[in-house]
Nanobody, 114 residues
Framework: QVQLVESGGGLVQPGESLRLSCAASGSIFSEYWMGWYRQAPGNRRELVARIAGDGITMYIDSVKGRFTISRDNIKKTVYLQMKNLKSDDTAVYYC????????WGQGTQVTVSS
């Protein structure tokens, strides 16, 4: 059974940093790509970053240079280091494979506000 548990979110001021973690169980981590997604109020869920099993990474333009995705294949954990956070980064953040499966975790709230 697939289970995804995200953590590490919080309330920060613009310019600050956060590190998100996602612990995966079940078969999902065998997927080649794992990704971080986010959903802001009133918006659709969007893919923010993804990482292949061999470490190849891809990011959306708005987070390039600020976010870094990484994975620990032994711990079955995916991380998202976020620096220089902006108010537009405010959202609930989720992890999943890419393409995503139908099962989602509860997400972790990131709020960037002064």
């Amino acid at each position: 059974q697939v289970q995804l548990v995200e953590s590490g979110g919080g309330l920060v001021q613009p310019g600050e940093s956060l590190r998100l973690s996602c612990a995966a169980s079940g078969s999902i981590f065998s997927e080649y790509w794992m990704g971080w997604y986010r959903q802001a109020p009133g918006n659709r869920r969007e893919l923010v970053a993804r990482i292949a099993g061999d470490g190849i990474t891809m990011y959306i333009d708005s987070v390039k240079g600020r976010f870094t995705i990484s994975r620990d294949n032994i711990k079955k954990t995916v991380y998202l280091q976020m620096k220089n956070l902006k108010s537009d980064d405010t959202a609930v953040y989720y992890c999943n494979s890419w393409p995503s499966r139908s099962v989602w975790g509860q997400g972790t709230q990131v709020t960037v506000s002064s």
